[in-house]
């Protein structure tokens, strides 16, 4: 591990952004897409396949590994990249997400919030401290600040209240944090669908000062129309030298407009859930492996895609897996799903390098609208 934590832009087009992160665990080539690997995996994966379709850094959860097997046995264990076998960089969120959508009788004040586990119905809390201190027992190079994930849709005034609690957990988050070479604290943007709120919020993080900053709060049902008007007032207010964080977002269209407004790093399970449920995302949309279509179709699932499963499995085989469920199948589907991500990404780095980020979106449109061709 070497290094310092930094964050040079490279290219702009409009105002999308290419950048390079470095990190304690190697770099990051931004745009990025971090395959989720919520309990120190990425599920259906090993994790030098997960390196093998491109992905560069990955997300774990604090929510998750404090309950099992507990941070304090992964730092006794050598630290989560010992523990998972992956040796570059990880960025682990917070737990604030999960405490409101998976912990149960959850009571919050100013100290933290109190909760049973999922997992047994312990008691647990978790305040901004103890979420800096896990993250830091985990020893990821990126670590999120504790926040509470504002629900939707929530009236303005209640949206202000947790926005500013949030923020005052940034700061409790701040003092917290130990630094280290090559290790970056980001805070998180709340205020729900409210452009004052989002400013506001953006505006107190960038006093507070941290590494890199997240957009919190969105994909929660708010339809991409909004998230892309959020993002719109938001971004403009985060420091321009700071990496860009849109959390939990993960459709290729959301993505790519977000790219086109100053994102620079995404996570989602999308790819990795859909690769478990039958679900390809191809250059021309998406494909269900349950339909009877494929059957007896021999041809790859994207002809224009360079990873394992398009080379050396057809669709009717795909098929049968999942019509069998074997455990193949959604392994397969889920290295294809993240390759597809992946090559997405360096699409849209490419795209920015040469100025033509606008005729990358515009093309993707066209071709997914074009959809998958039936077999001849």
Not at 236 to 254: C, N, Q
Not at 327 to 336: F, N, R, S, V
């Amino acid at each position: 591990m070497t290094g310092d934590f930094t964050f040079r832009l490279l290219a702009r087009d409009g105002a999308a952004r290419r950048g390079r992160l470095a990190t304690a665990h190697g770099t990051v080539e931004t745009p990025a897409f971090m395959p989720v690997g919520t309990a120190a995996t990425v599920k259906a994966m090993r994790p030098e396949d997960v390196a093998a379709t491109g992905a560069e850094i990955i997300l774990a959860n604090t929510y998750h590994l404090m309950l099992r097997p507990t941070a304090e046995r992964i730092a006794a264990l050598g630290g989560l990249h010992r523990f998972m076998n992956w040796p570059g960089p990880i960025l682990t969120d917070s737990g604030g997400y999960q405490v409101m959508s998976l912990a149960k009788l959850r009571q919050i004040d100013e100290q933290g919030v109190a909760f049973r586990s999922h997992i047994d119905g312990a008691r647990v809390v978790l305040s901004p401290e103890r979420s800096i201190e896990i993250q830091h027992l985990l020893g990821t190079d990126i670590t999120m600040a504790f926040d509470e994930c504002t629900p939707f849709p929530a009236e303005a005034a209640a949206a202000r209240q947790s926005m500013e609690l949030s923020m005052r957990w940034a700061a409790r988050s701040k003092a917290a944090y130990r630094t280290r070479p090559g290790h970056g604290l980001f805070g998180i943007v709340q205020g729900s669908v409210y452009p004052d709120l989002r400013r506001h919020s953006a505006a107190a993080l960038a006093e507070i000062g941290f590494d890199g900053y997240a957009v919190g709060g969105l994909a929660v049902g708010e339809g991409q129309e909004r998230m892309f008007a959020v993002l719109d007032e938001t971004l403009p207010a985060l420091p321009v030298d700071r990496p860009r964080y849109l959390m939990g977002v993960g459709k290729p269209g959301d993505i790519i407009g977000a790219v086109r407004r100053g994102v620079d790093m995404f996570d989602c399970v999308l790819p990795t859930r859909s690769g478990r449920t039958a679900q390809a995302f191809t250059r021309r949309g998406t494909v269900n492996l349950r339909n009877a279509r494929h059957a007896a179709d021999p041809r790859p699932l994207d002809a224009e895609c360079g990873c394992a499963t398009c080379r050396d499995y057809g669709r009717a085989y795909l098929h049968h897996l999942v019509r069998a469920e074997e455990i193949l199948g959604p392994m397969l589907l889920t290295a294809h799903n993240l390759r597809y991500y992946a090559d997405l990404m360096a699409g849209l780095r490419e795209a920015i390098e040469r100025g033509g980020v606008e005729d990358f979106a515009a093309e993707a449109a066209a071709r997914e609208e074009e959809g998958d061709i039936p077999p001849i």
